[in-house]
């Protein structure tokens, strides 16, 4: 049976970011023996967008984001679903009140995402609604960080257990379609 590939998108490779970008990378050799095939896919700044190279595991080229913002997140779920179809995992480790706004279009797009995202308290109803309901139609898990004045450490904790409850269920389903 081969293990799942689990594939991290990153929003944000600030303090947050880094921090779990290090825990994974330095975690996989871990993540495999429980076989979970953990993964950073991209990491994306405001203006650089760095992809895995596939030929050099946990190595990224760069590219630079060429779209205005109103493109930048459509040309980048395009990437994702053309590139990593399954198992992604979105992360946003950014405090940008915009990239909340469309979190229930990530879910949309085939998407799990766990947000570090300190903005999340000002979701409108309409909005947390919208996300409450995209993650059961799409059948994606949503997660957010409630307390956002802990350390960066705790946050990125906070993320890493996550990706492994999401990764788990991953290996479920995927047992489970090849069972039947």
């Avoid at 190279?53 to 109103?70: E, G, L, M, R, T």
């Avoid at 395009?78 to 009140?97: F, H, K, M, R």
């Avoid at 906070?158 to 269920?169: D, E, H, P, T, Y």
């Amino acid at each position: 049976m081969s293990i799942p590939k689990i594939n991290i998108v990153l929003f944000g490779p600030g303090k947050i970011g880094s921090l779990l970008v290090s825990e994974v990378l330095k975690n996989q050799t871990k993540y495999l023996e429980i076989e979970r095939d953990i993964r950073v896919s991209l990491v994306v700044s405001s203006s650089l967008v760095f992809i895995e190279n596939k030929k050099n595991k946990n190595a990224w080229d760069v590219s630079f984001i060429k779209s205005s913002k109103s493109e930048r997140i459509t040309n980048i779920v395009s990437y994702i679903q053309n590139n990593n179809p399954e198992n992604v995992i979105l992360i946003d480790a950014t405090n940008s009140s915009e990239l909340i706004n469309e979190y229930a279009y990530f879910i949309q797009s085939g998407l799990n995402l766990i947000s570090l995202n300190k903005n999340n308290s000002t979701l409108l109803q309409r909005q947390i609604d919208e996300i409450r309901i995209s993650s059961e139609v799409y059948l994606k898990r949503y997660v957010e960080l409630k307390n956002t004045s802990i350390t960066k450490e705790k946050a990125s904790e906070f993320a890493l257990q996550n990706i492994l409850k999401i990764a788990q269920n991953v290996s479920f389903y995927t047992t489970a379609k090849k069972a039947v």
